[in-house]
């Protein structure tokens, strides 16, 4: 590994480009990403939390409600991980239940997107999936790449409520 972040600081150095590296996945993604998948592997084998630990960082530790538009319709989502949200205020109670959603405990497989070379899926108990894709964020090498995280699946029981607009 101190070999490939010698590369990436001599390209640094020269000022090169992302786009002029041939094989910028197969020299650099594939294997920080390989590495990525075996220390998670590792982490969440050895230490209990960990799974929990990297959701709850991931998402945030407070409770929030998530709003996506589409075209048609609003959609609501209510992640209710502490069980803060929808209670009772001033004597008003809620109409609607917003349940508890549980972090998972174990990562049950991490492996590569089929046909792609640059983003790993994480599969969670508890219904929870993730995306990690690697990329570089300037078009200038530098050394550090980044993740774009993404939620790919939730728990059965996450609340949704979805509004049709005109």
Do not use: C
């Not at 910028?24 to 590495?35: G, H, R, S």
């Amino acid at each position: 590994m101190i070999k490939f972040f010698k590369e990436i600081e001599e390209y640094r150095n020269q000022k090169i480009l992302w786009k002029d590296i041939n094989n910028k996945e197969v020299l650099y993604y594939i294997p920080i990403l390989k590495a990525f998948q075996r220390e998670l592997i590792t982490l969440t084998n050895k230490h209990k939390e960990a799974a929990h630990n990297l959701l709850s960082y991931l998402i945030g530790k407070e409770d929030f409600y998530k709003i996506i538009k589409y075209k048609d319709k609003v959609e609501v989502h209510g992640y209710n991980i502490n069980n803060t949200l929808n209670k009772t205020h001033q004597g008003i109670k809620p109409e609607a239940t917003v349940p508890v959603v549980n972090l998972p405990d174990r990562v049950f497989d991490i492996y590569f997107k089929t046909g792609s070379s640059n983003t790993l899926y994480a599969v969670f108990d508890e219904g929870w999936q993730v995306s990690f894709r690697i990329h570089n964020a300037s078009s200038k090498v530098e050394s550090s790449l980044k993740f774009d995280v993404q939620l790919i699946g939730v728990p059965t029981n996450l609340y949704k409520f979805t509004e049709k607009i005109n």
